[in-house]
């Protein structure tokens, strides 16, 4: 049963001593100052994240308060739209009714005057000798 092989590669303490060495090669322990320095690289990419996010909200209320303000007067003006159709429509039942009035009396002076005429043909007839 001992013939049997391990599947897995067998490693020696030399290879566990190289592959540790290889690994450390590329890390070398970072100083205080680069530690500070990129601690504040941190910092400062966190502060300009904050300000541009600070802008970016500023300049979204900005267009909002735009937004409302421009609906606000296209509200305005469609009222004073309708006011004024309102007001045409007002002026020209007016003048419709001012027509009326106008051909009313004008048909009752008509017929007041075909009225006279029948009460004195006399007097018509006196008018048109005087006329001619």
């Known amino acids: 049963m001992n013939d049997r092989q391990s599947t897995r590669p067998s490693q020696t303490t030399d290879d566990l001593d ?3 060495k290889s690994k450390g090669k590329n890390k070398w322990p970072i100083s205080i100052a680069e530690s500070t320095s990129n ?18 909200q500023h300049a979204r209320d900005q267009a909002n308060a735009k937004l409302l303000e421009l609906e606000e ?3 305005q003006l469609e009222e004073k739209r309708e006011s004024r159709e309102e007001n045409q429509a007002k002026a020209q039942l ?7 009035r106008s051909v009313e009396i004008g048909n009752t002076t008509q ?18 000798i005087q006329n001619t």
């Open 39 to 56: 601690k504040r690289q941190q910092g400062d990419s966190l502060s300009a994240l904050t300000r541009l996010r600070e802008k970016s």
């Open 18 to 20: 190289e592959i540790t």
């Open 111 to 128: 017929l007041l005057l075909q009225k006279m005429h029948l009460d004195c043909p006399e007097r018509h007839h006196f008018h048109s």
């Open 73 to 75: 007067k296209c509200l």
């Open 94 to 100: 007016e003048l419709i009714s001012a027509q009326t």
